[in-house]
């Protein structure tokens, strides 16, 4: 019996055995001995996976150890498309372990179609193995649109939908991870939704090709990860003609005499300016006005919290009006407005 180390270095050895007796002569005969290297070998269960936008799908993997390989075997896996994770549990595989599980999360803005997977195990002293997993992401069940809100705190208060160009509006309720989905057979549809301000008298439309309405719900979410504060507000001083445009932090809203609360998403982090200004609006002719604008400096309100009022009927000197027309090139009808804790010599 031939007897090998664990140590012993793989490839072909020569040995030679020699028969002595007495009386006879020594005869040899040679032997050829192949040392093979540590091997091993990894599957992706039956080698498919399918999840709905906004799903996931698990596989089992499997390794086996030949030759006498031991060790640890790590796990990775290539080719995963964008928005789709892949993680496994473990990612390394100990010495006297054989099972690992894939999981793959899709997000409700990845794309739709079939996608190969490599998964990859690597073990010292071994030469790398793969399998292959075909990927398949489909549009969540109801509908072929898919309309994610990756931000939970943009979810509309409500959705619907136009198949067409005319014709009725049907409501949609969310689905998981606050995915709205529908069918669209015609050439044309529209989809409109009511942000979540809590006020529920704006209302955004679209109107668009299937693909399109597709695309665009796509960009709005990767345009709107859930990141930045979202932050509560009321504005005083606005007579029933007046519209008040709130700034803070890159996020923008509305507000009026009959809602003068209102919410603003998405704010950057840190001191801001918080900014906005008052127009009058009269419909015989129409015309808008600029006539009101306040200021408010370094306002950091954690993320959740209430921002100071914003009260139009607080307005300064005529020498200040100058200085912040000047600073935003505005021409102002009546006087601007400081906060109360903002001096407002600062912006002479």
Do not use: H
């Not at 549809?189 to 301000?197: C, G, I, L, M, T």
């Not at 665009?216 to 029933?240: D, F, H, M, W, Y």
């Not at 209102?262 to 200004?277: C, T």
């Amino acid at each position: 019996m031939i007897s090998v180390a664990s140590t012993a270095a793989p490839g072909n050895v020569t040995l030679a055995f020699r028969a002595t007796g007495s009386g006879v002569t020594d005869k040899t005969v040679a032997y050829a001995l192949t040392i093979p290297a540590p091997a091993i070998t990894v599957s992706a269960g039956s080698g498919t996976a399918s999840a709905v936008q906004g799903g996931s799908a698990t596989l089992p993997i499997t390794v086996t150890r030949a030759n006498g390989a031991t060790g640890n075997v790590t796990l990775a896996v290539e080719g995963v498309p964008a928005n789709v994770t892949a993680a496994f549990s473990p990612s390394v595989i100990p010495d006297g372990s054989t099972t690992s599980t894939l999981t793959l999360t899709v997000r409700a803005n990845a794309a739709v179609g079939s996608f190969p997977l490599t998964v990859r195990a690597s073990s010292p002293g071994a030469t790398d193995q793969t399998a292959t997993v075909q990927l398949t992401v489909t549009v969540s069940p109801g509908g072929n649109v898919s309309w994610p809100f990756c931000d939970p705190r943009r979810r509309p208060l409500w959705l619907a939908f136009r198949d067409g160009t005319s014709g009725a509006w049907t409501r949609v309720t969310a689905g998981a991870v606050a995915t709205y989905a529908f069918t669209i057979a015609q050439p044309l549809a529209a989809v409109a939704y009511v942000p979540p301000d809590g006020l529920g008298s704006e209302v955004q439309v679209y109107l668009d090709t299937r693909a399109g309405l597709q695309a665009q719900a796509t960009r709005k979410c990767i345009a709107n990860p859930p990141e930045g504060k979202l932050l509560n507000g009321s504005v005083a001083g606005l007579g029933a003609t007046d519209e008040a445009s709130i700034f803070l932090g890159g996020a923008l809203k509305t507000a009026a005499q009959s809602r003068p609360n209102y919410q603003l998403v998405d704010v950057a982090a840190g001191s801001q300016d918080l900014l906005a200004v008052r127009t009058q609006t009269t419909t015989t002719p129409y015309s808008m006005t600029l006539n009101r604008m306040f200021l408010q400096r370094n306002v950091d309100v954690a993320n959740g919290g209430t921002l100071p009022l914003v009260d139009f009927r607080n307005w300064r000197t005529r020498a200040t009006r100058r200085a912040l027309e000047s600073a935003f090139s505005y021409r102002l009808n009546a006087g601007f407005c400081c906060g109360r804790t903002t001096s407002c010599a600062t912006l002479r």
